[in-house]
């Protein structure tokens, strides 16, 4: 049983980075078969079809994603301090990633506008990483960090959009200054939702 799920595991470890590059409709069992040195119908015992490799590529990034930005993340003290961990980590999944990029936006001009369970799976990992970014907004209201009248789900729109644009600006346009443009974007953000000088004291 242990050899088939290491089998397994680097089947859709190879999946994963397959589809980072070309696309998860792109992903085949024959591309993958050839990238495994695999018999097609070796790959297809599995998964059992299309759908199900799919799935299993988008469960995989959920935990390379846990990994590499929430689970770093939980080691920082709750509010602002949390919340910059989370943005400064989500730039570097999007920027150095192993992964091109993040998975979930890249997917997303995919199954945008398709309903069905690739798109459910889809959704469940971006609402799962805004809300963690939700939470710390509450936590940092609650702290007396952010003013009062802060709308968390507008600021975390707000963070978000920045991080789109910053995978688009280092994957599409090949931009050198990307992140510092999104870290300087982030501070005023932040900024503007800030009591007097709160903002500067919190590391």
Same mark, same amino acid.
């Given at each position: 049983?242990?050899?088939?799920?290491?089998?397994?595991?680097?089947?859709?470890?190879?999946?994963?980075?397959?589809?980072?590059?070309?696309?998860?409709?792109?992903?085949?069992?024959? /591309?993958?078969?050839?990238?495994?040195?695999?018999?097609?119908?070796?790959?297809?015992?599995?998964?059992? $079809?299309? %759908? =199900?490799?799919?799935?299993?590529?988008?469960?995989?990034?959920?935990? #390379?994603? *846990?990994?590499?930005?929430?689970?770093?993340?939980?080691?920082?003290?709750?509010? %602002?301090? @949390?919340?910059? $961990? %989370?943005? $400064?980590? /989500?730039? +570097?999944?999007?920027?150095?990633?192993?992964?091109?990029? !993040?998975?979930?936006?890249? !997917?997303?001009?995919?199954?945008? =506008?398709?309903?069905?369970?690739? @798109? =459910?799976?889809?959704? =469940?990992?971006?609402?799962?990483?805004?809300?963690?970014?939700?939470? !710390?907004?509450? +936590?940092?209201? *609650?702290?007396?960090?952010?003013?009062?009248?802060?709308?968390?789900?507008?600021?975390?729109? *707000?963070?978000?959009?920045?991080?789109?644009?910053?995978?688009?600006?280092?994957?599409?346009?090949?931009?050198?200054? /990307?992140?510092? @443009?999104?870290?300087?974007?982030? #501070?005023?953000?932040?900024?503007?939702?800030?009591?007097?000088?709160?903002?500067? $004291?919190?590391?």
């Amino acid at each position: 049983m242990g050899k088939v799920n290491f089998a397994h595991d680097a089947i859709v470890h190879q999946a994963l980075h397959i589809a980072s590059h070309s696309g998860l409709e792109a992903l085949s069992m024959g /591309s993958l078969a050839e990238a495994m040195k695999m018999s097609k119908s070796g790959v297809f015992s599995h998964f059992g $079809s299309q %759908l =199900n490799l799919q799935l299993a590529v988008l469960k995989k990034y959920h935990c #390379e994603f *846990d990994k590499q930005v929430f689970q770093p993340s939980m080691f920082v003290r709750p509010g %602002l301090s @949390r919340l910059r $961990s %989370l943005f $400064s980590y /989500s730039v +570097q999944a999007v920027v150095f990633g192993k992964f091109a990029g !993040c998975f979930y936006i890249s !997917c997303a001009a995919e199954y945008d =506008n398709g309903p069905g369970p690739i @798109r =459910n799976e889809l959704v =469940n990992g971006v609402l799962r990483w805004r809300r963690a970014m939700e939470l !710390c907004v509450w +936590q940092a209201i *609650d702290l007396d960090q952010l003013q009062a009248d802060t709308d968390p789900e507008q600021l975390v729109f *707000d963070i978000y959009a920045l991080i789109l644009a910053l995978q688009h600006d280092t994957c599409l346009l090949e931009k050198t200054n /990307s992140i510092t @443009r999104a870290k300087e974007a982030f #501070e005023r953000i932040l900024e503007q939702h800030c009591p007097e000088k709160v903002c500067t $004291s919190v590391p």
